[in-house]
């Protein structure tokens, strides 16, 4: 069974970091491109960051620059190193497959998301 | 990266079809037809039920159903049943990005 699960999130105060975790499992996670979507408490969906299988890196404006995406294929396992963090960053973070061998740009499936709250 | 708009709030009895429309520019849905739609329940996580415009995962049923015009996608629920009461998302890829939709809470009355 395909499986992802998050954890890291918590209470960070303005300007402080955090680094959320996605462990991956049930297919082989080196090959797939990986992203992290985030939804503000009774908001919507926001696309935050994009891993591919290689390389590439792509993130939303909003967090350029202070957001890194990394993964450690061995642990099968994505981050995201969130530095100068601020009060809109409160939000679920989920983590999410992309394509794999077989490109595809929709997101299946989705962790259960963990909580980040910024605030003094 | 501006959200792709929804309409507000949609109802229906059982058995009826609703339509959620998802307006975009051509930077977006206009020009890729990579459409998405996810449907959420509260406080659980988003599935997908349409991908690349029209086509849905196995176990999806097809009541579900995508289109695309223009800057536009469109999603219908038809034959409307109780468990369909959710929020609806539309996401289109942007070029080396994503953006979603506002989302449209669908009930059924």
């Known amino acids: 069974e395909v499986q992802l699960v998050e954890s890291g999130g918590g209470l960070v105060q303005p300007g402080g970091s955090l680094r959320l975790s996605c462990a991956a499992s049930?297919?082989?996670?080196?090959?797939?491109?990986m992203n992290w979507i985030r939804q503000a408490p009774g908001k919507g969906l926001e696309w935050v960051t994009y891993i591919g299988a290689g390389t590439a890196r792509h993130y939303a404006d909003s967090v350029k620059g202070r957001f890194t995406v990394s993964r450690d294929n061995a642990k099968n396992t994505l981050y995201l190193q969130m530095s100068r963090l601020r009060a809109e960053d409160t939000a679920v973070y989920y983590c999410t497959r992309g394509g794999g061998v077989i490109p595809r740009l929709w997101f299946d499936p989705w962790g259960q998301g963990t909580l980040v709250t910024v605030s003094s | 990266q501006s959200a792709l708009t929804q309409p507000p709030p949609v109802s229906g009895s059982p058995g009826q079809s609703v339509t959620i429309s998802c307006t975009g520019t051509?930077?977006?849905?206009?020009?890729?037809?990579?459409v998405s739609w996810y449907q959420q329940y509260p406080g659980k996580a988003p599935k997908v039920i349409i991908y690349d415009v029209r086509n849905r995962p196995s176990g999806v049923p097809d009541r579900f159903s995508g289109s695309k015009s223009g800057n536009t996608a469109s999603l219908t629920i038809s034959r409307l049943q109780a468990e369909d009461e959710a929020e609806y998302y539309c996401c289109s890829y942007a070029g080396d990005s994503w953006v979603f939709g506002t989302g449209t809470k669908v009930t059924v009355l």
């Open positions: 049930g297919f082989p996670f080196s090959t797939f491109e």
């Open positions: 051509s930077s977006d849905v206009g020009g890729y037809d990579y």
